[in-house]
């Protein structure tokens, strides 16, 4: 039987939030070269995808997008090839509307001939975004037609939807075939945008599982305000301390987001690796049950410290510990509240996905004071004492 795509949340790259407009063939060639040797393939990182402004403005007298001929002289097939003679997957990007948001044609009207191009090309991945989206026109029908287009297509394409979260879209999109869905605004290199995106998700993981999986959107991680693109996103950039990229990341992965990387990956610096490859936290993100995590609240901050937990394939608990609040702050967990009585004559065995040992077991609670902006990340196990 053929493997559906996206059973776990893709992971990979995407240009848009350092490179904005300033794409091209050598920068995706030498960032598929950098997945290699850095270990990012390694760890699992598979997809290369160009954003917005690759094509011309116009399409050909057949109706066929074409690729900016500065940015990508030897045209998407070239590029798609290099991508793959690495391992690696290859991802481009249009639009269901008219336009895309930067004003190249979008696909609408012309899904079933795009998808075909793309397949042609050598693409396994396209993100969709609502720009420019004709008022009359129903916008989970066009996701709809992308899909049916792309399942007709001959190509195993992943479709990655992007509306921003509008319309409800979680109430249609896993419905109509997208493997993922973005599900916010515009991320942006600061902790106060992390901070909000990160609110606005916590009720919103039910909707998220298998073969459909919420994007918060692609990672700010090791940008440190280093971005082509902050005139495009508004100069509210900043960028974010490591301990606020290390809460991000761990964030996304226990809520089953695809990991999408943002960075330059020619300028990552030890610790932005340490973070983008953390062998556990990956593991988590990658769980093939990819279920939905709760919340546990700390009684005296609700808001700004609270617990993510999570039952993973191997008969662990994942429990992710955030201090969104600007001051250190204490968070109990107590384990009655995640189904562990005192009763039962069982403690948790606490492996730390930091440090990557076991930090000891314990019984009817575990109790830590966090720093500010920071979190911690376990793998629990219910041992008997
Ligand atoms: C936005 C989208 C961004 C990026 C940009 C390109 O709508 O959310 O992720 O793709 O368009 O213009």
């Known amino acids: 039987m053929k493997t559906p795509l996206a059973q776990t949340p893709p992971m990979g790259w995407n240009s848009w939030n350092s490179f904005g407009w300033n794409i091209s063939d050598k920068l995706i060639r030498s960032t598929a070269d950098l997945f290699v040797e850095s270990g990012l393939k390694e760890a699992g990182y598979?997809?290369?995808?160009?954003?917005?402004?690759?094509s011309e403005k116009?399409?050909?007298?057949?109706?066929?997008?074409?690729?900016?001929?500065?940015?990508?002289?030897?045209?998407?097939?070239?590029?798609?090839?290099?991508?793959?003679?690495?391992?690696?997957?290859?991802?481009m990007y249009s639009c269901a509307g008219t336009h895309t948001c930067a004003g190249h044609p979008g696909s609408f009207e012309h899904e079933f001939v795009d998808a075909e191009t793309f397949a042609d090309w050598g693409v396994d991945y396209l993100k969709y975004d609502y720009c420019y989206k004709p008022a009359a026109a129903d916008g989970a029908n066009l996701y709809r037609r992308m899909a049916m287009a792309l399942r007709s297509c001959g190509r195993d394409i992943l479709f990655s939807a992007c509306n921003w979260g509008a319309d409800d879209v979680y109430s249609w999109i896993r419905s109509s075939g997208a493997q993922m869905f973005r599900s916010t605004g515009d991320i942006q290199d600061n902790w106060f945008n992390v901070n909000g995106i990160i609110c606005s998700q916590l009720d919103k993981s039910p909707y998220s599982g298998s073969f459909c999986h919420n994007d918060m959107d692609m990672l700010v991680v090791g940008m440190h305000g280093n971005s082509d693109n902050s005139e495009?996103?508004?100069?509210?950039?900043?960028?974010?301390?490591?301990?606020?990229?290390?809460?991000?990341?761990?964030?996304?992965?226990?809520?089953?987001?695809?990991?999408?990387i943002g960075c330059d990956?020619?300028?990552?610096?030890?610790?932005?690796?340490?973070?983008?490859?953390?062998?556990?936290?990956?593991?988590?993100?990658?769980?093939?049950?990819?279920?939905?995590?709760?919340?546990?609240?700390?009684w005296n901050n609700p808001e700004k410290v609270f617990a993510l937990?999570?039952?993973?394939?191997?008969?662990?608990?994942?429990?992710?510990l955030f201090n969104l609040s600007d001051k250190k702050a204490e968070m109990s967990l107590q384990f009655y509240d995640i189904g562990l009585p005192v009763s039962s004559g069982r403690g948790l065995e606490m492996y730390d996905c930091y440090t990557h040992s076991i930090a000891g077991v314990f019984t009817e609670r575990y109790v830590t004071q966090l720093g500010s902006h920071d979190c911690a990340v376990f793998k629990a196990r219910a041992v008997k004492l």
């Open 46 to 54: 598979e997809y290369i995808i160009i954003d917005d402004c690759w």
């Open 309 to 320: 937990i999570r039952p993973l394939s191997t008969g662990e608990y994942a429990v992710g």
């Open 58 to 91: 116009q399409r050909d007298e057949k109706g066929r997008l074409v690729p900016d001929r500065e940015k990508f002289p030897e045209g998407m097939k070239a590029v798609a090839d290099y991508v793959h003679s690495k391992g690696l997957k290859f991802g």
């Open 265 to 298: 990956v020619r300028k990552m610096t030890d610790i932005t690796k340490l973070i983008l490859m953390n062998r556990d936290i990956i593991s988590i993100n990658q769980d093939i049950e990819c279920r939905a995590p709760y919340v546990i609240r700390q």
């Open 232 to 260: 495009v996103l508004g100069g509210v950039v900043g960028g974010c301390t490591d301990i606020e990229y290390k809460t991000h990341f761990a964030f996304w992965a226990m809520m089953n987001s695809p990991l999408i």
